[in-house]
């Protein structure tokens, strides 16, 4: 256990390199850290998002009703977003080169458990368990691009790196669905489970921890891009009373951002966890249609999250303004899908492609306010914190429209989800003023 602490706590600084090397090697870093961590996020969602690409198909054969699918999403939910907000805390104070691959290995083998049973109970668990290490996946990605990418070019580098979701998220619909199709369902829980493991190797070959722990200096100095009013971020490692009463329960913009996660949530995961299900039975989809509408809806927002992040940045950091701006389109788009008449799947495919490019920015755009409004030490606990509450709203919706799909039919899935997306965009209207405050300034004023 000892040995364990030793390889997880954060990496050492070394001695500085000369000044030459240190113009080579920066940027050669600075790519290592993005490439890997959007590799590894990626791959995280292909051992996260496979069941409700199966869940149809794993229930007929299993027997198992909506609403016990709708339990399985549900407290994989909630115990993603505690995973998220825990392991963040944890990753805060832990070396990502390490830290992440031990998340991704752990997943696989839930992965590979669950789809050797066909116990409900042991699936639960299974599926619960996969949530809570799951968590170890954003925080240490936060904490790399924290610390090698500059306040500046955090908006736009952020977005770049979130289209992780998108691809993990695409492709899990492909893999899951032809894996079914041509091996059964319990296909699309090993082949993930073998990516998984690949990429863990992978990582610990490419990932590193600070620019220090390889002899360089703080981002900061080499970008001469230092936080507003000159004020430099903190580089020793915070304590852990620090991380969660300093710079999140005190933090009133982090509660507000969180709140309004919460139903961007509900409305991101109604159409990656029912919508599948929904088309095939609503729509007349196929099998692999459903799955293909979930690499729509993932690959839609690409373009969308580059674009938004660096709007945002060109707006001062108004991420919440950028976010309530894309919510309204999607209100649209849910009550436009809600009277599409079947017979029409490629209407419906497009309006989910509407859906996946605008919910997306505000997905990414809320994590990013998690480093904005706290520390690059404290980005794990921040974004955790933020993205526990989207994970109990996703929990709320795993259930409830599962719930509500089986009794009342899914007209009333969509008024739900219309009302929740309406919520959101009420929070977000909130937020519309606040830019990130001085990095390293403790409990943080908003500033406007």
């Not at 794993?58 to 399985?72: E, P, T, V």
């Not at 999403?73 to 998220?84: D, E, S, W």
């Not at 009277?339 to 605008?358: E, I, K, S």
């Not at 929070?427 to 500033?447: D, I, M, Q, V, Y």
């Amino acid at each position: 256990m000892n040995r364990l602490r030793t390889l997880l706590r954060p990496a050492a600084h070394i001695a500085r390199l000369p000044e030459e090397q240190i113009g080579k090697l920066y940027p050669k870093f600075r790519w290592r850290i993005l490439e890997s961590t959007f590799i590894g996020y990626a791959t995280f969602y292909v051992v996260r998002n496979n069941l409700p690409v199966v869940s149809k198909e794993m229930g007929q054969a299993l027997s198992y009703s909506k609403s016990q699918i709708g339990d399985l999403l549900a407290v994989t939910a909630i115990a993603y977003g505690i995973g998220k907000f825990l392991m963040g805390t944890w990753s805060d104070r832990s070396n990502p080169r390490y830290f992440m691959p031990a998340g991704l290995l752990l997943t696989a083998m839930c992965n590979f458990l669950f789809g050797a049973t066909s116990s409900y109970p042991t699936h639960l668990a299974l599926w619960t368990l996969n949530g809570l290490v799951q968590g170890m996946g954003w925080g240490p990605c936060g904490r790399s691009l924290g610390h090698w990418y500059s306040v500046r070019e955090r908006g736009t580098v952020f977005a770049f790196w979130n289209i992780a979701h998108n691809v993990g998220g695409g492709l899990t619909g492909l893999i899951a669905a032809y894996s079914t199709a041509w091996m059964g369902w319990r296909s699309a829980f090993y082949v993930p489970g073998v990516l998984a493991v690949l990429c863990a190797c992978y990582l610990m070959v490419r990932l590193r921890d600070t620019p220090q722990s390889v002899g360089l200096p703080p981002v900061e100095e080499y970008r001469h891009d230092y936080p507003p009013e000159g004020k430099r971020d903190r580089e020793e490692e915070l304590g852990t009373r620090e991380l969660l009463v300093t710079y999140v329960l005190k933090n009133r913009a982090l509660w507000l951002f969180a709140a309004a996660n919460f139903f961007v949530y509900i409305a991101r995961y109604s159409m990656l966890d029912w919508g599948p299900t929904y088309l095939k039975e609503v729509k007349r989809a196929s099998l692999q249609d459903g799955g293909f509408s979930t690499a729509i809806f993932e690959f839609a927002g690409i373009f969308s999250t580059i674009l938004m992040g660096w709007l945002s940045d060109k707006s001062g950091g108004r991420r919440g303004m950028i976010s309530m701006l894309c919510m309204v389109p999607v209100f649209l788009a849910f009550g436009a899908i809600l009277y599409t008449p079947p017979g029409m799947l490629w209407l419906d495919l497009t309006l989910f492609g509407v859906v996946g490019f605008f919910i997306y920015p505000p997905v990414m755009l809320l994590g990013v306010t998690g480093l904005d409004f706290s520390s690059k030490k404290a980005v794990g606990a921040a974004a955790g914190f933020i993205g526990l509450f989207g994970y109990l709203g996703r929990t709320v919706q795993g259930k409830a429209l599962g719930t509500m799909a089986e009794r009342y039919g899914w007209n009333s899935v969509f008024y739900a989800i219309l009302i929740s997306t309406a919520l959101a965009i009420v929070l977000l209207s909130f937020t519309w003023k606040l830019k990130p405050h001085p990095a390293g300034n403790p409990a943080p004023e908003t500033r406007r």
